[in-house]
């Protein structure tokens, strides 16, 4: 079957690093997104792992295990406006569909 | 910027009435989805589009039907509306099938079915 699991909440400190994790079990897998939502917005795409490995992008980074299938997204120097839901999810070959996690809600800390 | 805009931010509806959910974008995109969004339940993909008067279903398409006439615009209809469709819908629309250089999202339109 087709699954993405990543944590419900998280809660974390301004100025800290949170890292929020993902694994996935997908048919046909081509790569992994994450995207970011604030409360009642829509997602914004913040990147896309396709080969292993770290990829940073200013104070985020995502990093992708294919033989694990795994992967996580680093948030450093958190800020109050990273308080938002972290969507992590799966492109297949299936139909060419994206797969979602349910998200992780992630919470700073004055 | 890829803008897609979806024509109402909320929107109230009473049971069995036919309703209609439009979205635009203007980057000429060839793909485009329509996902609902529920807490616990995170994003279901009810219909998606590959082209103009193209249609596949998605995850969960019961209850909905769905027009591409225009490569721009991509409607959601929900024929005859019931209580639990009462969600967020999100449209989305991408540059290549795989979405690999993201989907870009409507801000939504949050529809409570009475």
């Known amino acids: 079957g087709q699954n993405i699991d990543q944590p419900t909440e998280m809660t974390a400190t301004e100025g800290a690093i949170v890292q929020i994790n993902c694994t996935y079990q997908?048919?046909?897998?081509?790569?992994l997104f994450w995207y970011q939502q604030h409360a009642g917005e829509a997602p914004t795409f913040l990147s896309y792992n396709v080969l292993d490995g770290l990829e940073e992008k200013g104070r985020f980074s995502s990093f992708l295990s294919r033989s694990k299938g795994y992967s996580y997204l680093l948030l450093k120097e958190l800020q109050m406006k990273d308080s938002a839901s972290y969507l992590c999810a799966a492109s297949t070959n299936r139909d060419d569909k994206i797969i979602f996690g349910k998200g992780t809600r992630l919470h700073i800390l004055p | 910027d890829v803008k897609v805009t979806q024509s109402s931010r909320y929107l109230v509806k009473r049971t069995g009435e036919k309703v209609f959910l439009e979205c635009v974008q203007d980057?000429?995109?060839?793909?485009m989805f329509w996902y609902r969004q529920d807490p616990g339940l995170g994003l279901r993909l009810i219909y998606f589009s590959y082209d103009v008067k193209m249609k596949e279903k998605g995850d969960i398409p019961e209850g909905y039907s769905v027009s591409r006439e225009k490569k721009e615009r991509f409607s959601l209809i929900l024929e005859s509306a019931s209580t639990n469709q009462t969600s967020m819908y999100l449209c989305?629309?991408?540059?290549?099938?795989?979405?690999?250089?993201?989907?870009?999202f409507g801000s939504g339109t949050r529809l409570t079915v009475v």
């Open positions: 980057m000429d995109h060839e793909n």
């Open positions: 989305a629309s991408s540059l290549n099938r795989q979405g690999t250089h993201g989907y870009t």
């Open positions: 997908t048919s046909g897998f081509n790569g």
